[in-house]
């Protein structure tokens, strides 16, 4: 199978587009796999699966059959053989070069009917739509949690007894991507897992009290506050945001960009976003450290306006 790399628009917003079915791809259980050359469709990244796949329609133009999509996949073609793998079952990083990366849409059981009728989507051509609110939620909980990860690297950089190498858009130590464990959205929030092991505490963090310092323990609802302070400062701000495209494949390496108040802010992103943060009415985190103070989460709420 030799399939072009999926052009996508949701990085710029798009929640409806029209397109030609390239392939149906078998995926089990009676579920089918519609490739198309373009769709606004956010499929589940298989390297760093933070933000949920969208759901949605797929109408095809003749006939005007409403198909629902279930979930939305990445698949990848292995340049050796053909073979189309989805999800967990790519062996490579997203973007290699070699390979065709592509989005799934997935049909649900029975809607796509027999194998003929699957594969007679071949060819058609398919209006694909996006349900746009649940992509305005994790929208908004994907923008909340780039700016959590600005607002706790201030907030923890006094922490920091040497510097860790790694520095943000602001110049604070990258506590963010040095401690991340894990990093998943939903349509409510976007919690954010820290892992504060040996190697984070020989890079130069410090969970314990100093001369200056309380304890981290003691001093999280400070920290908090300090986080929260500077989040609402920054909805506030009506901050505009943006993904920078570099080019319309799915693998093309994009970034977030927000001009917040102390100036540009930027961070690599496959996800969706707000365009302001504006549409937001408020944005809160809160902040909890495991019992045995190994792990930091942070669980970050935004509030649509
Ligand atoms: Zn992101």
Redesign the pocket.
């Known amino acids: 199978m030799t399939l072009p790399t999926t052009r996508v628009s949701f990085p710029g917003g798009a929640v409806t587009g029209e397109s030609t079915v390239l392939a149906v791809h078998p995926l089990g259980d009676g579920r089918w796999g519609v490739v198309t050359a373009d769709t606004p469709f956010h499929p589940l990244d298989h390297t760093w699966p933070?933000q949920p796949a969208d759901t949605g329609t797929l109408t095809v133009a003749e006939g005007g059959v409403e198909l629902a999509v279930v979930d939305c996949l990445t698949g990848a073609v292995d340049p050796s053989n053909g073979e189309l793998l989805v999800g967990a079952d790519i062996p490579v990083r997203r973007g290699d070069e070699a390979w065709s990366w592509l989005v799934l849409h997935v049909l649900a059981e029975q809607a796509a009917g027999s194998a003929d009728s699957a594969q007679s989507l071949v060819g058609r051509q398919v209006t694909l739509s996006v349900d746009a609110e649940r992509r305005a939620a994790l929208s908004a909980a994907?923008t909340g949690?780039?700016l959590l990860a600005l607002a706790l690297n201030a907030a923890l950089a006094a922490r920091w007894r040497k510097d860790p190498g790694r520095a943000d858009a602001f110049g604070n130590p990258d506590f963010d991507s040095l401690a991340m464990a894990s990093s998943v959205m939903d349509t409510e929030a976007s919690t954010d897992v820290y892992r504060l092991g040996k190697s984070l505490r020989k890079k130069g963090f410090t969970a314990e009290a100093a001369d200056d310092l309380p304890a981290l323990a003691e001093a999280l609802p400070a920290i908090t506050t300090d986080v929260n302070e500077r989040l609402a400062a920054w909805v506030a701000a009506d901050a505009p945001v943006r993904i920078e495209v570099p080019g319309p494949e799915l693998t093309a390496r994009r970034r977030?960009h927000c001009e917040l108040p102390a100036g540009p802010a930027d961070?690599a992103?496959g996800?969706t976003h707000l365009h302001r943060l504006g549409q937001l009415a408020a944005l809160e985190t809160e902040l909890t450290l495991s019992a045995d103070g190994t792990e930091l989460t942070a669980v970050t709420r935004p509030k649509r306006s």
């Open positions: 933070d994907h949690c780039h977030w961070i992103c996800g």
